[in-house]
DNA sequence: CTGAAAGCGCTTACAG
DNA sequence: CTGAAAGCGCTTACAG
């Protein structure tokens, strides 16, 4: 297929010397004299060398590829999150396997086991479920990885695993704590798939606000999403028709609050005159003009780009293997969604 | 690092065959009984045994992994586009190297020639330029690629590249037709970076269809862009300030769009009823309520999808080495943005 | 400072 | 139907 690609042994006939000279030559290790060298360099360049990285990955067991496990490529949340990534490998010229697995368990496993295969040196892996069971063997074999966005709550896994979240306790906390303040009192609140982790963080931190005021919720405010627009529509559809139905509604990502949006201009309400609306991870479709969500931020890109460097100091065992632990942080961003210009915060 | 993984040498201890007779056993190649076949089968399982796809792509040239060079991994177009590619991939057995050039052609290629190395079996490349000094020696080489997105105007390369684009051209000449029926006839457009050949086939599909009506178009009103928001923002704040501004604006991909749209919110001008305002691509963002943006449809999936697609079926020559070049349609959206629902066309 | 040997994990071709 | 040899392109020891 390809013409015959130029190796280390076509090079070594050139310069009349042995094929590991001109291995040793070419990556600057001790051994050959220097004339011998750029010599070697020259000739490499002339035959237009390119290193088969492949042969290369097999002897070395280095492959300076990194997999990287997302939900969705779709969704702005992850492709901001695999940015990071991108930029943190691209640093250190790493290469990045992209594998989504589109919510299902069985994908995950399937490309972790294919990363192994194909020789990744780690994983970053942003869609762990709370009782994961696909990544003790990961742990057991010592094999480099980090988790973000989601970590396992398995008990067992403690401090064994590096992970980089994102503060969604604190997210859960202060989206509630603007509403109240706001005055609402009937707020619905739509979590999102509660076998991840960061889903279960939000939702405490939004029922421990409640807690410390003793406020009590209805259940009935209370609805499982999943992160995915579509649910959201129709959880707020249903909200709206209760018979007390909610002033205000906390979905506990802006992908969902976007989907909540839909679902009340579709039924001819105002937001955020009829109803108040809160988000969660400050996505780019939010900050539009006539979208003005308001929302918690979240650092998607940094998330993506601590992982990847975390990773990658632990491939390169520049430190002792310490497990890291880095939570980053939620802060309220006030657009118009909430209404909070118009009336301010009225406790 | 990892615990010694498990090697078909391994496997033939244990079934005390050689490893040869398990490398066929596994691989379901004529030379081995059924009766040990399913024998070695079974103990591969046992000993949980992952084939080392490194080793196996240096001894077989075939990696099974495709290179994607994409221009900006949070630009919705192209991840749509990548979605298509993942699916393809995925169904054919194949991964995915992503590679984001951020619009350098070094930075491009670079990639070109790392996943060379990496022994990619092939790549999708979706950033050339029409003028693009890179793939010739892709195509000397015979090395299989496919161009989607954009193609390369390069004479000498006709009939020699694979492609799937779309149809700029056409949503060229229809944007402009939609607002030209409406009854615009100050109508200014925003084109993409003029070195792409799509946004070369845009504006001509533009020129063309004025041509066509002998309507001659103001040189003030055009204006190159790149496909960012950002310029496409500074470029409709000068053309509104223009002694006779537009009535309305063709900026030639919806990202530009959204671009324009912010700069006429801030200035408080409405649209349509000041400005009409078309793009193209139809990303999801103009779908919003509330910004409703009409726009001309492309298939970005599918192009992704059908461009992974032809790669493969040349990289398993399945098929005769023709040359396929796919032009996928475009199709007038009608949402808000130009004011037809109220209005209708005027000639 | 240099060369020849061995090996990474696999597959292909060639004897028995 | 099975085994032993050779080799993919590279690197890492180990002699001279």
């Not at 780690?122 to 869609?127: D, E, N, Q, Y």
């Not at 008990?155 to 590096?162: A, E, G, Y």
């Not at 649910?231 to 909200?239: G, S, V």
């Not at 993506?304 to 975390?310: F, M, P, R, T, W």
Request: charged share 25%; hydrophobic share 40%; proline share 3%.
């Amino acid at each position: 297929m390809e013409s015959k690609k130029i190796t280390i042994k076509d090079i070594a006939k050139v310069a009349n010397v042995s094929h590991p000279t001109v291995s040793m030559a070419l990556n600057n290790r001790p051994g050959v004299g220097e004339k011998k060298r750029q010599e070697i360099v020259h000739i490499a360049k002339q035959l237009g060398y390119q290193p088969n990285l492949v042969a290369k990955a097999l002897v070395s067991n280095r492959s300076y590829t990194l997999g990287l496990i997302i939900n969705n490529i779709s969704d702005q949340f992850y492709t901001d999150l695999a940015k990071g990534v991108e930029k943190a490998a691209d640093e250190s010229g790493y290469n990045i396997i992209l594998c989504t697995t589109n919510d299902s368990l069985n994908s995950q496993k399937k490309y972790l086991d294919i990363l192994q295969s194909r020789g990744v040196d780690g994983i970053i892996i942003s869609t762990v479920s709370a009782r994961d069971p696909h990544i003790n063997f990961l742990v057991k074999e010592q094999f480099p990885f980090v988790c973000i966005n989601r970590v396992s709550l398995d008990r067992s896994l403690d401090n064994k695993i590096d992970y980089v979240i994102l503060d969604n306790y604190s997210a859960g906390y202060k989206g509630i704590e603007h509403l109240w303040k706001l005055g609402h009192d009937r707020i619905a609140v739509i979590t999102g798939s509660l076998d991840a982790s960061n889903a279960i963080a939000s939702l405490k931190g939004t029922k421990d606000f409640l807690l410390d005021l003793q406020i009590k919720m209805d259940p009935k405010l209370l609805r499982e999403g999943n992160y995915s627009r579509k649910t959201a529509y129709n959880a707020a559809k249903q909200l709206v028709k209760l018979k007390k139905p909610p002033t205000a509604i906390f979905a506990q990502d802006d992908n969902m609050a976007l989907g909540v949006r839909e679902a009340l201009l579709d039924l001819d309400l105002r937001i955020p005159e009829d109803i108040a609306l809160i988000g969660i991870d400050n996505i780019e479709m939010g900050t539009l003009t006539g979208i003005d969500l308001t929302t918690i931020s979240q650092e998607k890109y940094e998330m993506g780009y601590l992982g990847a460097k975390i990773l990658i100091k632990t491939i390169e065992k520049k430190v002792p293997a310490m497990v890291e632990k880095i939570v980053l942080a939620a802060n309220l961003i006030v657009r118009k969604s909430c209404g909070y210009s118009q009336c301010g915060y009225k406790r």
